[in-house]
């Protein structure tokens, strides 16, 4: 694995965000030097339970944190230039254009009082060039792109006419309007029920292939990550505890909180079990974060060192990565037994 | 919606009709007959029995109820036995004045308020916002009167440069217009204050939502986010406050009124009340009870009109 | 292996914790607009519970030969068109205004908790009738609904008093009703009805100190608005009448001499506008330390 020879399409390095508190309330570390890239072609999954952090991280990598998130180290770049040190304006002309999102809850992620029509043709007010009526014929077309049966009736319609699966598609379809190089899509299937959640799969899968741009998918079902994703970053706590290909993630996890994860997935039991499998413990408070590892006191390994000692960054195979201190590089894999081969952030490009 | 609306104006109805029964009972209710009241002292039994002829009092009062409510029905509110006219046609004549004044004052005051409101909105949480904010409630604290009768020493009396009294001759537009901008800013005043409020606290929820956050994540200037996106939904809301809130704007015309001696309802009633006319009094709230009846009820079907969401609840 | 849905922006991450309180009070002091408006209500009140020793004269005092007379060190504000002592009349009208307003919103609360229990506990038909009548009395323009029982009952201060009560029951009422429905069904209230507690005991040790805060707050917000009727009423001649000093009454008496002693009007307005002002900050500061969701007052 070489080292990257230019910037990544977008990037976040190193970034730390907080929350203040309300009131003196300690500030909430919401994440922690996280550090995650994706280049261009590529489905790059961020998976982790609520709370963990990974809205916030995809609303960091779009630029719309809210008032009260503070960066307090790191950066996001897009090809590699600074996106959080532009001014308003620049971000905005980054928006929509070049970074798009495709937000989670289509059911209040559009406006209720305008029809998908005005909005999708609003959208893409970066090409006021073009007329309102050739941007609502765009509008049309992207929705029967993403699947959405007569389109142009539907533009006329108002949100909540729309079924869960419909809006969803429609969100997709808006942030695809303007053919980004990036699309982050924010719990795609989540408000879904699973014959749905198959379809938008399926939609995002055929999608992937004449689409050329970076997708992210960021979400707390594995079974997602699993169908779509080509990396995955796995996030506990507002930190990056393991990265790896989605082979390598399901086969050879590395960190306890992934193998955890997957114990509990249940498209993956086999027998008959009762009680579902669950992850004891909850995910810790984070005002302030606690000094070890985050996960220590919900590990069935964790030692002594994990509640003192914050864990390093370790290499175990190719592109494979945890924060772990009982991680071990895998002895058959010559480029894991470097820990230099990883930068100390953990980003494996 | 047709079946909404329909039930909207029968229970606007039916609350008319209990308004209607209160009004009637109470005039029974209270001791000594209304016709000697309304006399005082002139009455002679001639001119008693007269004027309980005319105004129907001789009849037993089932009957007198039921001529009430019929003549009512068919917009006939009584006889104004001082200026020997229909009830109906009295109320008419200066009813315009009122509506002239309360659209005046209700339109400033409104324009005035939602831009306050989007500006706090915009600067929230800095000084500007928190000014605007004691402002808004001490524009809705003052009395309106008390801001009338100081406009008028300020501006009529001192200054001289706004009409102390009238609403201008017939025909006389400029003349008209001079009269109403002191009334129509001691009525609306308050309006502002409240009207910004309003907006900014519905403003604020709604920029919350994550439909404002798709907008922004689209990367729509900050103006088409606060204009299209956000006030469509905040001001909806707002519309039934307002429309409710007409009953104080016709509450406010009758104190500002009398201080400007405009003719109008307000001048009108206060009148009849001082002289005990007790036709006129009843035929006027009658009269402005049913107008504001119609008004909430237009404003409730204006509102299913404007928000998707509630005209397809009606709908289905 | 799904999670809970997570929640939205922000509102993972925003501490939920009450602001730190030192009591009504210590909250309602930390907010200035709630400050102004407490040092306000204190200083009307101060004045109106010691009128008879701050005012320099005796108010209904004629002396018709100093009639119109600007301020001087014997008359602070100047004297009305029978030589009375404006500075006086106002201080003793802070009485009346006050008394009027306790009354009448004392008398006004009772009444509604009364009924908003009867229409809460009562047989359904009862509770359909009340509700119709709260919403007919409602919907009545205030001021309109003023002059009728005024032309009805004569004008004076007892058909004042009536006219408050009748136009804020409905309001309060409504809270008591609603509040009670919410209690009906709740299950601690089922459980003591379970252990056979009287209906006594569950509207006292329940239901009363649940109402209490709210019904308190929409009183404080209305005690402006029925300081403005009574002016208001009293200006027109409809309300106090004289020579009994009311606000009302030396705004009218400045109105008719407008020509003479416009500054009249001005001295007259002074004390109400501090008066509607205090209470309406203090209503607001109030509501913000006690109950945030109720809503605003309409203006006035």
Request: hydrophobic content about 50%; proline content about 7%; glycine content about 12%.
């Amino acid at each position: 694995m070489s080292a990257p020879l230019i910037a990544p399409l977008i990037e976040a390095a190193g970034l730390s965000v907080a929350y203040r508190g309300e009131d003196g309330a300690p500030p909430l570390q919401a994440l922690r030097a996280v550090s995650i890239a994706a280049e261009a072609g590529e489905v790059v999954g961020i998976v982790g339970e609520s709370g963990c952090g990974k809205s916030t991280l995809a609303a960091a990598l779009i630029g719309l944190l809210p008032g009260n998130a503070v960066v307090t180290a790191g950066t996001v770049r897009f090809r590699g230039t600074d996106f959080l040190a532009l001014p308003e304006a620049g971000r905005r002309g980054l928006r929509g254009r070049h970074i798009a999102m495709a937000f989670q809850d289509p059911m209040t992620a559009f406006s209720p009082v305008l029809t998908i029509g005005t909005q999708l043709t609003d959208f893409q007010h970066h090409l006021a060039g073009q007329g309102r009526a050739a941007r609502r014929a765009r509008a049309g077309a992207m929705l029967a792109r993403v699947g959405i049966a007569d389109a142009a009736r539907v533009l006329d319609h108002y949100p909540h006419e729309l079924s869960g699966g419909m809006r969803q598609r429609a969100a997709i379809a808006a942030a695809l309007l303007m053919t980004p190089e990036v699309l982050i899509a924010d719990e795609p299937t989540t408000a879904l029920d699973v014959t749905m959640e198959a379809q938008i799969i399926h939609l995002l899968r055929e999608l992937r292939r004449d689409y050329h741009g970076a997708i992210i998918v960021v979400t707390h079902h594995l079974g997602v990550v699993g169908e779509l994703c080509d990396r995955v970053h796995v996030l506990y706590a507002g930190e990056v505890v393991e990265t790896a290909l989605v082979d390598d993630l399901y086969h050879r996890p590395a960190h306890p909180y992934t193998r955890a994860l997957i114990a509990c997935d249940p498209a993956g039991l086999t027998g008959v079990t009762r009680p579902l499998p669950t992850i004891p413990g909850r995910v810790p408070e984070l005002a302030p974060p606690p000094p070890g590892c985050a996960f220590a006191p919900r590990c069935t390994l964790a030692t002594a060192r994990c509640h003192i000692e914050a864990p390093p960054w370790v290499a175990v195979g190719p592109g494979q990565g945890a924060r772990c201190h009982e991680a071990r590089p895998r002895g058959c894999d010559p480029g894991g037994t470097d820990p230099k081969g990883a930068d100390a952030n953990g980003a494996i490009r | 919606m047709l079946s909404y609306a329909i039930r909207r104006v029968l229970l606007a109805f039916l609350i008319l009709f209990v308004v209607m029964l209160a009004m009637y009972g109470m005039v029974f209710l209270v001791p000594g007959d209304p016709a000697s009241v309304a006399l005082g002292p002139r009455a002679t039994p001639e001119l008693k029995a007269l004027l309980t002829a005319r105004m129907g009092l001789d009849q037993p009062v089932a009957v007198q109820i039921w001529n009430f409510f019929r003549n009512a029905a068919a917009g006939d509110l009584g006889f104004d036995v001082w200026s020997r006219r229909p009830v109906l046609e009295v109320i008419l004549e200066v009813f315009p004045r009122t509506l002239v004044l309360g659209l005046v004052a209700l339109g400033w005051a409104v324009g005035l308020g939602v831009a306050l409101g989007c500006l706090a909105v915009v600067w929230r949480g800095r000084p500007v916002d928190r000014l605007l904010g004691v402002l808004s409630v001490g524009m809705i604290a003052v009395p309106s009167f008390v801001v009338a009768l100081y406009s008028l020493v300020i501006f009529s009396v001192w200054l001289g440069w706004l009409p102390a009294i009238g609403a201008g001759e017939r025909g006389d537009f400029w003349g008209q217009a001079r009269a109403v901008v002191l009334p129509a800013f001691a009525v609306g005043i308050g309006w502002v204050g409240y009207t910004a409020r309003l907006v900014r606290a519905a403003m604020l929820e709604v920029m919350g939502a994550s439909h404002i956050r798709t907008a922004r994540a689209f990367g729509l200037p900050e103006r088409i986010v606060v204009t299209k996106y956000a006030l469509r939904v905040a001001i909806i809301p707002a519309i039934a406050i307002i429309a409710v809130g007409l009953g104080g704007i016709l509450s406010s015309a009758v104190f500002v009124e009398t201080v400007f001696s405009r003719p109008g309802i307000g001048t009108l009633i206060t009148g009849a009340v001082q002289k005990r006319n007790y036709p006129v009094v009843m035929g006027t709230v009658l009269f402005m009870t049913a107008f504001y009846l119609l008004v909430v009820t237009l404003a409730d079907l204006l509102i299913a009109r404007l928000d998707p969401r509630v005209r397809d609840v009606l709908r289905g | 292996m799904s999670f809970a849905a997570e929640p939205a922006l922000g509102a993972t991450a925003t501490a939920r914790r009450p602001p730190p309180g030192r009591g009504v009070l210590g909250r309602l002091a930390r907010d200035p607009m709630g400050l102004a408006g407490l040092v306000l209500v204190c200083l009307v009140v101060g004045v109106a519970l010691f009128a008879p020793w701050l005012a320099p004269q005796d108010p209904t005092r004629i002396d018709v030969a100093r009639k119109f007379q600007g301020p001087s060190l014997a008359h602070w504000a100047g004297t009305d068109q029978l030589g009375r002592d404006l500075l006086s009349r106002i201080i003793h009208g802070a009485r009346t205004a006050l008394s009027i307003a306790l009354g009448a919103t004392g008398i006004a609360g009772a009444c509604g908790l009364i009924l908003g229990l009867v229409a809460g506990y009562g047989p359904r038909w009862l509770d359909a009738g009340l509700v119709l009548v709260f919403d007919a009395l409602s919907s009545l323009p205030m001021v309109m609904f003023a002059m009728a029982v005024i032309t009805v009952v004569g004008p004076g201060t007892g058909t004042l008093i009536l006219v408050i009560v009748l136009v804020s029951v409905p309001g309060y009422a409504r809270l008591i009703r609603a509040q009670t429905l919410a209690l009906k069904g709740a299950d601690f209230v089922l459980a003591e009805r379970c252990i056979g507690a009287s209906g006594t005991r569950i509207v006292l040790c329940h239901l009363l100190p649940n109402v209490a805060g709210p019904l308190v707050i929409l009183i404080s917000m209305d005690i402006p608005v029925v300081i403005m009727l009574e002016a208001g009423l009293s200006y027109l001649n409809l309300g106090v009448r004289p020579p009994t000093p009311s606000w009302g009454n030396i705004l009218y008496d400045g109105y008719t001499s407008l020509r003479f002693a416009p500054s009249m009007i001005i001295a007259a307005g002074i004390p109400l506008i501090l008066a509607t002002l205090g209470f309406t900050f203090l209503g607001e500061g109030l509501r913000d330390a006690l109950d945030p969701r109720l809503g605003y007052g309409a203006p006035r």
